[in-house]
């Protein structure tokens, strides 16, 4: 067991049905997938291939593409056969659009039944992605309810949400078609966590979890974290997308971040540091810093606690794969909990750490 402390309770998650988008399962405990979205104008090809092999690279399991227009829907097909990862085509009101992704590739469509015009443009869709077997994502996002439903409601609440979420359900319910997922966000994290609550108790499909709009890179990531994090600790929620105002790249960091707090789903260095004071023997920061970038490649799952002093350090070490406590010159090395007869020169210590790590992980491939 490489991470001692993903001994703990055990979450327990919420049935659901199993979907696939492309070769990733979501539902029925499959592992909690991580996906973002792509931000680079769809028909520049090149630039949203680009985008997409730096999003795999860096763990994403999923990648939606926004498909505006059915320029955009010949751009998807041409970059469909140039990556080598499940793309989601995201698209709204046009069914045209949405039955050319479905024959050319798309491995999951989002798009609202209830936005695409009369039953027959409905149909059309549901029985295109019957026949491709393709699932699809209903997106309710508390920033484009429909208006009926506002004017009743007077504002973006959580029955509202859920009540727009169920009506586009329902036309995939009446045409028998059961292969979807649903998200229901709103940028507010308690409508938000209590909409999909509620949603959970009512259908049987996976759901996709995320907080809409939720801002620029800190406040997003608080924000995110808080309300993914809670409904995961309930044990809802099948997928999860960060949203973040900057580089999608960050928003998978920040979606396996969150799934390794929670010892949910372990991938990468689990970095555990003090906040440092003038006890530290070494500069905490600095190394904490260097070192989550340089081993940004790391997959291995890992606990490493870099901590300044004896102070905590210990404590920190005997439940670390690899531990680091400040010593005057020389700090004290921890391998699995293990004091290691030599010590690190503080002078020498990123370097050391770095290589210690890189090891430590080749051995748990290989073991
Ligand atoms: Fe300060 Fe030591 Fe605590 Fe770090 S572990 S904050 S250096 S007392």
New binding site residues.
Partial sequence: ETDKKNMKEHIQRRTSDRINVGNVPIGNNAPISVQTMTNTETTDISSTVSQIIKLKNVGADIVRISVPTLEAAEAFKKIKKQVDIPLIADVHFNYKIAIKVLNDGADCLRINPGNIGNKNRIKQVIDCAKYNNIPIRIGINSGSLEKDILEKYKFPTSEALLESAMRHINYLDNFNFDKFKVSIKSSDISIAVKSYKMLAEKISQPLHVGITESGGFRNGTVKSSIGIGLLLLDGIGDTIRVSLAENPIEEVKVGFDILRALHIRLKGINFIA????S??EFD?IKVVKILEKRLEDINTPMNVSI???I???LGEALTSTIGIT?YRKNSVLYEDGIRQLKRINNDEIIDELEHKIRKKSRELILS
């Avoid at 003090?274 to 004071?277: A, F, Q």
């Fill in positions: 003090c906040p440092t004071c006890r530290q905490v901590i300044g002093c102070v905590n350090g400040g």
